[in-house]
């Protein structure tokens, strides 16, 4: 990825509790953007959200939900990231997964 200039930022919609054979899809996400080379992934717990279903979760202490959501965002060159879609073909079966053009004007590693 170019320090600075046009990039793609990858958003992925999921439960928190969502699997990939036993293991967290968020972690099996994130451990296929890494061994891709991607620049970086950050994963985000949300407090309470809804999707498709149209199911409130919440944190809150009264509530009886199960699940959280959580957003893994990746930034990368467009080429980078649209190659890695191809990863989360089968490993997503419910989410959301958004693609959003961005502009990288500070990148301090």
């Given amino acids: ?12 919609l999921v439960d928190d509790d969502d ?6 899809l968020v972690d099996e996400i ?3 953007a890494h061994v ?6 950050s994963v985000v717990h949300g407090v ?5 279903h149209q199911r409130i979760h919440t944190d809150r202490i009264l509530s009886l939900t199960e699940s959280l959501p959580a957003m893994i965002v ?7 990231i649209r190659a890695f879609l191809a990863e989360l073909d089968g490993v997503i ?8 053009p961005v502009e990288i004007v500070r990148f301090v590693s």
């Fill in 1 to 12: 990825m170019s320090a600075l200039g046009p990039a793609t930022r990858l958003t992925i």
């Fill in 19 to 24: 699997r990939w054979h036993h293991r967290p």
């Fill in 30 to 32: 994130v451990h296929r």
């Fill in 36 to 41: 891709r080379g991607l620049a970086g992934a």
């Fill in 48 to 52: 309470e959200g809804y999707g498709a």
């Fill in 74 to 80: 990746i930034v990368d060159d467009d080429a980078a």
């Fill in 93 to 100: 079966t419910e989410g959301l997964v958004i693609l959003d």
